[in-house]
Nanobody
Framework: QVNLVESGGGLVQAGGSLRLSCAAS????????MGWFRQAPGKEREFVAA????????YYADSVKGRFTISRDNAKNTVYLQMNSLKPEDTAVYYC????????????????????WGQGTQVTVSS
């Protein structure tokens, strides 16, 4: 069992930045790849970014590449999402989730492959 708690969301103007955190409980955090997803009202949950167990590999949706950075600190059981140059279309509830092995590249963007999810944190970007 892994419990995930996201924080760091809020209201920001377009062009601004936010840093989301996802704190995990349990001693198995470092054995999972981790992902961030988001869901806007009336839309399906979409992949944002993922990071490998040791942080050495990262994956991004095209819509956030170059603006968002995912990272993790296994000593703190935490994964981060640094979001810069935010746009109104980034407005959504952001969720972190655990991805168990095996790790195939096609799995990262598929929410069905993820096992544990946090409750989400709201990000609102005003124009």
């Amino acid at each position: 069992q892994v419990n995930l708690v996201e924080s760091g969301g809020g209201l920001v103007q377009a062009g601004g930045s936010l840093r989301l955190s996802c704190a995990a409980s349990g001693r198995t955090f470092s054995s999972y790849d981790m992902g961030w997803f988001r869901q806007a009202p009336g839309k399906e949950r979409e992949f944002v970014a993922a990071v490998s167990t040791n942080g050495g590999r990262t994956y991004y949706a095209d819509s956030v590449k170059g603006r968002f950075t995912i990272s993790r600190d296994n000593a703190k059981n935490t994964v981060y999402l640094q979001m810069n140059s935010l746009k109104p279309e980034d407005t959504a509830v952001y969720y972190c989730a655990t991805l168990p092995a095996p790790y195939y590249s096609s799995y990262y963007a598929d929410p069905k492959r993820y096992s544990y999810w946090g409750q989400g944190t709201q990000v609102t970007v005003s124009s």
